[in-house]
T-cell receptor, first 116, second 112 residues
């Protein structure tokens, strides 16, 4: 099956700094990728849809200036958490669609962000 | 609106017990339905899926049948193993929309 790689898997940063998370489709081209946030013992919350070559589409309540998304190529989307605060600590997961009708989602391994 | 409801966990079972995790959905149209599994500290893996009514998805001994009349997609396994301990997410999307809507997840704990 298709492979989506997410990096880093774990990051600790100081409050006020910015952190970039990468999501790569390794063996296919992904015009659309999705970024999710998962709180402890909770479900995934879709944050935004990343579109190659255009602006991301953010879900209601997600601050676009806080969570910057760039999808500059068909195999890479990045999520930058700007001026991170402890409340941004979470598990972030990306996915990319593949397959017939481009409807099957493949997920990255996730990134555990801890802001101290 | 469109949503997915699944039973709250944790579900605690002994090895070789029968597993059922209930999932129901509301949706307009005919969504594809999915079960994803998340092992500790990892992303989600597709476990099985069904794209139309009466389809049965199956993988690794797990099964789920797309029941349009009851809008359900319950996950079952005849004999669970300790290695099945994980969080299971039911999800749906509508054809053409590509977005997934997830249930809250159900944690399964299997003891030896």
């Amino acid at each position: 099956g298709a492979v989506v790689s997410q990096h880093p898997s774990r990051v600790i940063c100081k409050s006020g700094t910015s952190v970039k998370i990468e999501c790569r489709s390794l063996d296919f081209q992904a015009t659309t990728m999705f970024w999710y946030r998962q709180f402890p013992k909770q479900s995934l919350m879709l944050m935004a849809t990343s579109n190659e070559g255009s602006k991301a589409t953010y879900e209601q309540g997600v601050e676009k200036d806080k969570f910057l998304i760039n999808h500059a190529s068909l195999t890479l989307s990045t999520l930058t958490v700007t001026s991170a605060h402890p409340e941004d600590s979470s598990f972030y997961i990306c996915s990319a669609n593949f397959g017939q009708g481009n409807t099957e989602a493949f997920f990255g391994q996730g990134t555990r962000l801890t802001v101290v | 609106g469109n949503s997915v409801t699944q039973m709250e966990g944790p579900v605690t079972l002994s090895e070789e017990a029968f597993l059922t995790i209930n999932c129901t959905y509301t949706a307009t149209g005919y969504p594809s339905l999915f079960w994803y599994v998340q092992y500790p500290g990892e992303g989600l893996q597709l476990l099985l899926k069904a794209t139309k009514a009466d389809d049965k998805g199956s993988n690794k001994g797990f099964e789920a049948t797309y029941r349009k009349e009851t809008t359900s997609f319950h996950l079952e396994k005849g004999s669970v193993q300790v290695s099945d301990s994980a969080v299971y997410f039911c999800a749906r999307h509508n054809t053409g929309f590509q977005k997934l809507v997830f249930g809250t997840g159900t944690r399964l704990l299997v003891s030896p």
